[in-house]
């Protein structure tokens, strides 16, 4: 069946760099994509999302890259801090009216001092 | 404004029983989505409700149930628990159906003796 796969499970970053984390999609027909950041013991926290109709969105510190050739989706983490150390997941929709979202098996971004 | 409020926080039950878990979702949020989190299988999706319906519904088996009150409110049910449904469920919500992104709570931990 479809799926969103991640290329890393784990990345870690020195403070203050930026980080990129990827993820694959493999349904075209997927009209929304959604980033998330799992913190321990925590539910999962929006961060951005990006409808199909764009290749990038910014927000605080953080940008989501869209490329629909190749089917891949990025997360670019500005200046990074320990609080930015959890778990990533990028989620698609490809059922459109439909809340369902399948997400990836996440990325641990480990932010070190 | 508070977020989406998931009670119990943890839960030890044996295999047999049945469990009930409530979600509450965010003030004005109409739309609920339930998922189950493990480290084998990430995140799968659940059971959508909105306006007391059912919407959507993943592949888990029957065991598995829910419902919407009139209040937004939801609860989901398992029944005959079995050892592979200890797991972090997630309750997530949106403001209508199909709305996105969706909020999730941080979820009850149920562990499977």
């Known amino acids: 069946g479809e799926s969103v796969g991640l290329h890393l499970p784990t990345l870690s970053v020195q403070e203050g760099d930026n980080s990129i984390i990827n993820c694959a999609y493999s349904?075209?027909?997927?009209?929304?994509f959604i980033w998330y950041k799992q913190e321990s013991g925590k539910g999962p926290q929006f961060i951005i999302d990006?409808?199909?109709?764009?290749d990038k969105r910014q927000g605080q510190r953080v940008t989501v890259l869209l490329n629909k050739t190749v089917k891949h989706l990025s997360l670019q983490i500005a200046a990074t801090q320990p609080g930015d150390s959890a778990v990533y997941f990028c989620?698609?929709?490809?059922?459109?009216?439909?809340?369902?979202?399948?997400f990836g098996t996440g990325t641990r971004l480990t932010i070190i001092p | 404004k508070a977020g989406v409020t998931q009670t119990p926080r943890y839960l030890i039950k044996t295999r047999g029983q049945q469990v009930t878990l409530s979600c509450s979702p965010i003030?004005?949020?109409?739309?609920v989505s339930w998922y189950q989190q493990t480290p084998g299988q990430g995140l799968q999706f659940l059971f959508e409700?909105?306006?007391?319906?059912?919407?959507n519904k993943g592949n888990f088996p029957g065991r598995f149930s829910g419902r919407q009150f009139s209040n937004s409110r939801s609860e989901m049910n398992v029944s005959t628990l079995e050892l592979g449904d200890s797991a972090l469920y997630l309750c997530?919500?949106?403001?209508?159906?199909?709305?996105?992104?969706?909020?999730f709570g941080d979820g009850t931990r149920l562990s499977i003796l």
């Open positions: 997530a919500s949106s403001l209508w159906a199909g709305g996105l992104p969706q909020h």
């Open positions: 349904n075209s027909a997927s009209d929304y």
């Open positions: 990006i409808r199909s109709n764009m």
């Open positions: 989620a698609e929709r490809y059922d459109f009216g439909n809340e369902k979202l399948t």
């Open positions: 003030s004005g949020h109409r739309s």
């Open positions: 409700y909105f306006s007391e319906t059912q919407r």
